[in-house]
């Protein structure tokens, strides 16, 4: 698709995406869309008359984060999307008449958080990932929990805490039992890890007591970002009977500054894994729900290069995210434009394609090879972890940016 800027149909924000996501203009948080190397600041495209006709209420792009146009709701997106694309193909357009107000550089932007989340609930949608911790701690013979095939099961986790790209992490410190100790100790986690995961973008706020359907999913859905749920290993594995994860998940949470709409994807749907055995009325679906997104995660030591220890796809996932958002809400939770639904470590089904250390080593059996003729089996003080997820085919390619995060001691 040509456009003014010559952005290629092939680099990571081509005209085919234009994610949104939330820049510092001057201290101040302002919404943009990103095309190649620039960005498109929304306010100021919308004072240079970009957006009119549309009914857009250009208040929205005066808030510091994107809640307020979600808000206007799926139609108003698109339409923005649309009026963007058609500008950045005409070359008289308002959009490039008034470029040199509009544009900026993206690779010397300050990217923030593009949300308020107010909820964030983590699943465990990944039947590799679930079957290797299974395999790991519980029985090899028999991985699966026996509700694992029949709910995509979820925790609700800490939204306070979760960070954009760049946000260097504090190693949490927390209560571990060592082998062979009868009692607990303090102090950081010695079992550091990462989850490689994907969340979506909750679209459209629903009253207390109702519920979504799977064919009503995706109608709440503004978007998808890159999503690595941070975890420390020991911690865990003290602290998660009998209620499930808590310090070991909730210190932090790192999102790519940008997020993918669901237009964005469409044409890299794909069927999801077959079910087995049915499962029930609620969470049956039609079509195809799942999404080829291509996931990487690079280790680069302090001072060192970076060493890519795992490639999976998103495209493994055993759960939707119809089926996740219809299960979440079967029961009359609401959800609020905003809230952020992660899900759950994605692994493949090769040593390479799982989607955290503790699998990568297998529970601290193996080492983890890096270029530089080191080894990890989990992360170490001044290691950088770099999560990144594109779409790509024959004709266009749409990335979701990087999730960037640097440990610091304790």
Partial sequence: MSNWLNVSDHHDFSIHNLPFGVYSNNGVGTPCVAIGDSIIDLKAAAEAGVFDGLGVDASVFDAPILNPFIETGKAMWSAVRSRLQESLRDESSALSASKSSILRDRLTAEMLLPLHVGDYTDFYSSIEHATNVGKMFRDPENALLPNWRHIPVGYHGRASSIVVSGTDIKRPQGQTLPP???????????????????????????????????????????????????????????????????????????????????????????????????????????????????????????????????????????????????????????????????????????????????????????????????????????????????????????????????????
């Fill in 180 to 410: 062979d100790a009868k009692v607990p100790m303090f102090g950081p986690t010695k079992r550091l890890d990462f989850e490689l995961e994907m969340a979506f973008v909750v679209g459209k706020t629903t009253k207390l007591g109702s519920s979504i359907s799977t064919a009503e999913a995706e109608d709440h859905i503004f978007g998808m970002t890159v999503f690595n749920d941070w975890s420390a290993r020991d911690i865990q594995k003290w602290e998660y009977v009998p209620l499930g994860p808590f310090l070991a998940k909730n210190f932090a949470s790192t999102v790519s500054p940008w997020i993918v709409t669901m237009e964005a994807l469409e044409p890299f749907r794909c069927a999801s894994i077959k079910q087995d055995p049915e499962v029930l009325p609620y969470l049956q679906y039609e079509g195809d729900h799942n999404f080829d997104i291509n996931l990487q995660v690079d280790l680069t030591p302090e001072n060192g290069s970076a060493s890519t220890i795992c490639k999976s796809n998103f495209k493994y996932m055993y759960w939707n995210m119809a089926q996740q958002l219809a299960h979440h809400t079967v029961n009359g939770c609401n959800v609020n434009v905003g809230d952020m639904m992660a899900s759950g470590t994605i692994s493949g089904h090769e040593e390479d394609s799982f989607g955290s250390m503790l699998e990568l080593c297998w529970g601290g059996k193996k080492d983890i090879a890096l270029n530089n003729g080191d080894t990890r089996k989990f992360i170490l003080d001044g290691d950088t972890i770099t999560m990144k997820a594109h779409c790509e085919n024959e004709h266009f390619r749409v990335g979701f940016g990087e999730a960037v995060g640097k440990i610091l001691p304790s």
